[in-house]
Structures are given as C-alpha cells and as structure tokens.
C-alpha cells in the first residue's frame, strides 16, 4: 500500500510498465462528502428545481434508490452485471414523477435537469488529488499510455466534463466507464474488456479499493498499486448521520455564534434564505438574467454571486445578475403621460404635503432649473403645501408654458436615456424583465414597465411587499418572497417587524441615482447624488456590519452547499434566528440602529434620524411614555418602524419583553 502519492511516480516508472491504468474517485478526484449523501443533495435539488414539495429529501432519495436497485437487478438478469445508466434512472424517476408534471414536461425534459443537477452537486463536492494529476501529466509527456478506468453509474459524457473542468482531458489515451458497458471492475468484467486492447503484461493499475482496484486487476494479469485512502474511509462512513436537519441546523448554529460581538449577525442567514428563494424562483420560471435594483442592490447582488460560486458550479443553472442603476426618482419622470393626462399619481399616493421644489426635485430636475422657473412664476420654493395636488401653486404650474415645455423635453429625453441604458446590458431574453429588490411597493417596477411601454414583461422578486399584489397584469408581476401583505407567507410577520433593516444593512457605497444622462460617444451614464456628506458615516458605521455579515454568509453557502436540508426545515430554522435580531435585540444593537439616519430622496428630501432625543429619561418621562403606551399600544407596536427600538427609546423595556415574548409565542407556538 502505497500512503504517499507523491512517491507515486517513482513507484510506477520502477515496476517496468508502460500502460497506467488510473481509477477516478478517491484516486484523481476526491469528494468532499460520501457518495450517498451526494445523492440525498440531488434529491433535495430535484424537489427544489422541479417544485416537488409534496416530497421531502429522505423520501426522494429513497425513490432514487429503489429506482437504482430495480435497474441493477433488471440489467443483472439480462446477463450484465450489478450496474445502472444514469440515463436510465431519470427515465425510471420520470415515470415515477410524472403525474406531478404538466403534460408538457417530457422525459427529455426531465433527463436533462436530473443530469445538470447531477453534475452541479458533483463538482460543487469534488477536489483534484495534485499529487496524482502531477504524475499523470509527467507520465503523459514521457510517453506513457495512460488509461483511466471506473466503476461509475454515470456516462462517459459526465466524466469527460469532469476531466474537462479540471483540465486534464487531454491527459488520457482512453476511458473506460462501468456504466457504458454495464460491466464492472468490481466483477473484473470491465478489466477483461479493457484487454482487448491492452496487454495485461505491460498494465498497472492504480486505484483505492483493495478488492476493485487490485485483486480483480491482478487475477486477470495485471499488477496494481493500492493508494492509502484510510481517511476516506473514515469519511464515507458518516453519511448516515451528516445530513439529517438537525446535524444541518448545529452547523449553522455554530456558524453564527462564532462571533457573538457581531451586530445582527444572523441576517446572514437571513439574506442567503431570500437568495435561496430567489435562485428557485429565478430557475423555475427560465430566467437567465436577473436585475438588482439600486440600491440596496448592491449588496444583494454581490451576495447572489456567493451563492451562486459557492452551490452553483453548473452554467445550466446559472443567472447572470446584473446590477441596474435605478431609482423611484430618476424612474420617475420618464413612466409619466404627457402633461394633460398624467395625475402624478405614484407620487401623490404618499407624498402630498410637498413643496414646489420637491415636486420638481421628483422630477428630476435641478437647482438652476428650479430657481428659475419659481422666480418666472413668482412662486416660492421651499414653502410646503398642506395638499399640493390642489395648491394654487400646483395649478399654476399646470397651466404655464414654461413647465409645459421643461416636462416634455425632460421626459422625452430621459424615456429614451433610459431605454438605451437598458439596451446597453448583453441579455439573452430582452422581451422579460426580472428585478430584484428589497422591495415594500414596487414602485420602480411600475416606473420602469411604463417606461418600456408595456412591451416588455416584468417581473418583480422581492423580500417583501406592504401593498396588495394585483397580478390581473400577466406583464407587470410581483412577488414577496419572504412577506407580502395579501399572501400568508410562513412566519411572514417576523420579517414584516423591521424592513428598515433590510434597508440599512443593504446600503449601498453610492448616492441615489438622479437622472440617465447621454455621454459625448453616444453612450448612457447614470448620474448619482452626492455622496460625501455619508461617505464616512457609512464607511465608519454601516460597512464593517455588512462585511461581517457577508464573512458569516459565506459559511452558510458552504455549509448549504453540501446539504440536503429541506426547504421546510429553513423555513422555521431561519424565522427563529430572525425572530432574535427582531423581537430581542442586544442593547449594542439597539444602540447602534437608534444612531442612524435615513436619507428621504423622493417626494421629500429630507434627513430623519432614528433617535432625535438622545439623552437619559427621568423616571417621570418613563412613566408618562408607559401611560401613552397604554393608551394608544398601536402607536408602538403597529405604526413605528420598528417596535422594539421604539420601547427603547422611551425605557419601556418590561413592556418591549413582554410583547416581543407574546409575539414569538403566537407565532411559533401555533
């Protein structure tokens, strides 16, 4: 037995031999888990990708497995040996499946999923022996015929990706896979084929299986080295116990307590469960773009790249994201009707008492543009109109020539910037849309398909929804993933406790977009507010959070990446964490959100600080602050942004702990 393969070149050049005859698994390409538990990933993939919920992973890995036994034994009486096609396999658990198929999705169809699935978890498991590639690629140079040769129920095609991937194809003369014949090492049929070409005498073997790598080698003549693969042994003799939910949920666990001086560090999960979703969504409608609105985009994007690098090594599956400078504001303008039809309705909806200046600042335009036209028309800026919409000042506006003028050249101009800066992204289905998003109303997806004059199908995929979803429009769609208002979301009331969070801790590194401007070569840039004044307020405050959260993310795509844990058991395991940030904050993190601040871009333009009165209350002012609550709770607990930092800040902390445990017990005790 050979334990160190970095003497395996010298071992196979002293035998004398000139054909090298290398198995695969355990030999050239290690897995990270044992087999068995990579067919349970597949499973949950299967059910994930095919939307086979009425399953769980154990039952569907026990479906496969019959589906396997049956075929071995069928091809065993037809004279072959104990083996199966993979091809074959997907056509047994299509027959098995398919009355949950629309008509439609054919066995081909099926096939061709189960094989990019197969491949996906595959890769995303496996790791390069260097040593022993080292000494196939010096044996290949030196004019040795080398062979590879396994026992595998997957086809020459899905080993010739495998080899392809790594790049060493071009390493071997010829490969010998069980599946393609139906003849195994195991059996030492596959090495009586393999000598019908090659002579016995002048073969070695090389390989991890005392019994398919060497004792069958060696009875049909041709020597063999076994390679010392004792920890991997140890390794595929865990599958039983590793990927249980609960082996799944302790790892997770311990994933997040590694830092316990982290603020919200179980957003984390939080954040890879939304991506989770939002991959399946995206798969399961045949998406091959996805665009992540700024900005909180920025973040969510970048954490879509994670997950996809880490439990996405298949480009069949893959999404290109793309990250869409966009805005309420500067989608604004260019969704409206010329001027004697539009009521500025988005606007209105929730902004009313504004001034002349930020009406116009909704619009898109400037200060030069805006002291102008108020000096033209004798109106003052900044005075703010208990009702805009029916102000003497909104009239006159209507009704001048100016105005007139100014909108249509500016809404003319940025419909067309936009549309070219739409334009300038490589897509592969320009005719659908998927935006992606934090989300509450979805007011840029019904910007930007006014924009598009609803010749483009959009779809909106979101955290959340506050308003009702009216999908009547099969173009114009939106979803809340983890919450939405009109849908009983599971635990959705625990994602719908702060939204501001989600905001905050998806902050992006740049101002809002203002306006798509037309460049000298004919190109289209995106002009941003100034971001100065926050720069270092964000770098100080905001950032190293979201990093933090974003190093503890990356372990929980790696520990999801070798899992099969349902979805059902994410669902309560994921609410639960969220429930901690939400319902029982620490005072670091309660003191750290009531220092922030949010920047109004839209309607009003305006600073609002979370926590205006920062100093200690008297024992009075606590008091007065418990009677309000008593008299009005749903000030509190219904109308603020967030309940809990609300009894913060008026010392209300027996009253914060006794509706934050009245609420985790309603909602998990069910």
């Known amino acids: 037995m050979l334990q160190n393969t970095g003497l395996l070149y010298d071992t196979i050049v002293a ?12 030999t050239i390409i290690h ?76 066995e081909a169809d099926f096939t061709k999923i189960a094989r990019e699935i197969e491949y996906t978890v595959e890769v995303t498991n496996q790791y390069l022996d260097e040593n022993v590639v080292a000494t196939i690629q010096k044996l290949k140079r030196e004019g040795y015929t080398v062979l590879c040769c396994s026992d595998f129920y997957l086809d020459l095609d899905f080993i010739k990706r495998f080899l392809l991937l790594y790049e060493i194809d071009d390493q071997f003369d010829k490969i010998f896979v069980s599946s393609e014949y139906l003849l195994t090492k195991r059996s030492g049929r596959l090495y009586s084929l393999i000598l019908q070409d090659y002579a016995p005498q002048q073969s070695l073997m090389i390989g991890d299986n005392a019994e398919s790598d060497c004792r069958q080698a060696e009875y049909v003549g041709i020597n063999s080295i076994l390679l010392d693969r004792a920890w991997a042994q140890l390794l595929h003799g865990k599958y039983n116990s590793n990927f249980n939910s609960k082996y799944f949920t302790n790892k997770i666990d311990a994933v997040l307590a590694t830092d316990d001086n982290t603020l919200f560090g179980e957003f984390a999960l939080t954040s890879f469960y939304f991506i989770h979703k939002l991959h399946l969504e995206l798969v399961a409608k045949g998406y091959k773009d996805a665009f992540f609105l700024a900005r909180e985009g920025q ?34 303008m260019p969704s409206l009707e010329k001027l004697e039809k539009e009521k500025f309705f988005n606007l209105f909806r929730q902004y009313i008492n504004i001034s002349f200046a930020e009406f116009m600042y909704s ?16 109106i003052s800026k900044h005075k703010r109109e208990r009702d805009f919409p029916r102000s003497e000042t909104f009239i006159r506006l209507l009704i001048s020539d100016d105005f007139y003028d100014l909108y249509k050249s500016r809404r003319v101009e940025q419909k067309e910037n936009f549309k070219n800066y739409l334009s300038q992204f490589e897509v592969k289905q320009p005719d659908r849309l998927a935006l992606v998003d934090v989300g509450w109303k979805g007011t840029i997806q019904d910007n930007i398909y006014k924009i598009l004059d609803g010749e483009v199908a959009v779809d909106g995929l979101y955290i959340g929804l506050v308003v009702p979803t009216d999908n009547t429009n099969n173009n114009n769609t939106k979803s809340g993933l983890l919450f939405s208002k009109d849908l009983n979301r599971p635990f959705q009331d625990i994602y719908d406790e702060n939204r501001s969070l989600f905001e905050v801790l ?79 904050p620490s005072k670091k993190e309660l003191e750290w959100h009531l220092d922030l601040y949010h920047v109004e871009n839209f309607g009003v333009f ?65």
């Open 15 to 26: 035998s004398g031999k000139s054909i090298v005859i290398f198995d695969i698994f355990d």
């Open 31 to 106: 897995r990270k888990s044992h087999p068995e538990d990579l067919k349970k990933i597949f499973s949950n993939r299967l059910i994930n990708y095919l939307s086979l919920g009425n399953y769980t992973s154990e039952q569907m890995y026990g479906l496969r497995a019959q589906g396997e036994r049956e075929l071995c034994l069928a091809n065993s009486e037809s004279g072959y040996d104990l083996e199966f096609r993979f091809n074959d396999l997907c056509g047994w658990l299509y027959n098995s499946l398919k009355h949950n198929f629309d008509s439609s999705f054919t």
């Open 299 to 332: 973040v969510l994007k970048e954490m879509y790249d994670i997950y996809q690098n880490t439990c996405i090594k298949n480009n069949a599956f893959r999404i290109n994201a793309h990250y869409l400078m966009a805005s309420r504001r500067s989608t604004f």
């Open 363 to 378: 619009l898109g335009f400037n200060d030069s543009t805006i002291d102008q036209l108020s000096e033209k028309l004798s």
């Open 506 to 584: 998806f902050a992006a590194n740049h101002g809002s977009v203002v306006s798509f401007n037309k460049a000298d070569n004919g190109s289209i840039t995106v002009e941003t507010e100034d971001f100065s004044q926050e720069v270092k307020f964000y770098k100080d405050n905001i950032l190293p959070v979201i990093e933090r959260i974003k190093m503890i993310y990356k372990n929980i795509c790696a520990e999801y990446a070798k899992s099969s844990v349902d979805i059902s058991v994410l669902d309560s395991l994921v609410a639960k964490h969220h429930s901690r940030m939400v319902l029982f």
């Open 606 to 670: 305006e600073r609002n600080i979370f926590n205006k009165e920062k100093s200690s209350l008297s024992v009075l002012k606590k008091f007065e602050n418990y009677l309000d609550y008593k008299k009005n709770p749903d000030k509190i607990t219904k109308e603020s942004i967030w309940p809990a930092a609300e009894f913060a800040k008026g010392g209300l902390f027996k009253s914060m702990s006794k509706y934050s445990s009245d609420k985790y017990n309603t909602i998990f005790n069910k």
